[in-house]
């Protein structure tokens, strides 16, 4: 499982075990500043062991300053 934003690089995220199995990352969002507030582009990508995209979706978000 990978994230992105604005279509750059792929980010793995872990795995945890907290309350349910699932995948997190933890991102700081303060050098953001390319598009000021926003909005940005953070793109969810499933692969699977292959490496072929199984799933991905696309959420904008806005950062306060």
């Known amino acids: 499982m990978?994230?992105?934003v604005d279509g750059n690089g792929l980010n793995s995220?872990?795995?945890s075990q907290q309350d349910y199995p699932h995948k997190e990352s933890l991102v700081d969002v303060n050098p953001w500043n390319?598009?000021?507030n926003?909005?940005?582009?953070?793109?969810?990508?499933a692969k699977d062991?292959?490496?072929n995209i199984i799933a991905?979706?696309?959420?904008p978000i806005t950062?306060?300053?």
Not at 38 to 45: K, L, T
Not at 56 to 59: D, F, G, L, R
């Open 2 to 4: 990978f994230w992105q």
């Open 63 to 65: 950062i306060a300053r």
């Open 34 to 36: 390319w598009r000021g």
């Open 49 to 51: 062991p292959s490496g």
């Open 38 to 45: 926003g909005p940005y582009n953070i793109n969810f990508i």
């Open 56 to 59: 991905q979706k696309t959420v």
């Open 13 to 15: 995220m872990s795995d």
